[in-house]
């Protein structure tokens, strides 16, 4: 089976932390579409990195390791 990852690229360095109204109910929307895609196995995980991680937390890995 073939993986791909995708990386959201923010549009600012803070937008986490200066969301506008708008854009956290986008964020939301985009949030709660990928987590109907997971309960059905369409994807394998996904989720926040954030704090300027450039790396996947542990169960991240362990999960992609499938």
Known sequence: MTYFLCKMILLRS????TMTDAEKNIMKA??????????????????KVGG???SFPE????????
């Open 59 to 66: 169960r991240t890995k362990r999960r992609l390791s499938v």
């Open 30 to 47: 985009h949030g709660d579409y990928l987590q109907s895609l997971a309960e059905v196995g369409s994807i394998v995980c996904h989720g």
């Open 52 to 54: 300027g991680c450039r």
């Open 14 to 17: 803070d937008f986490a932390q």
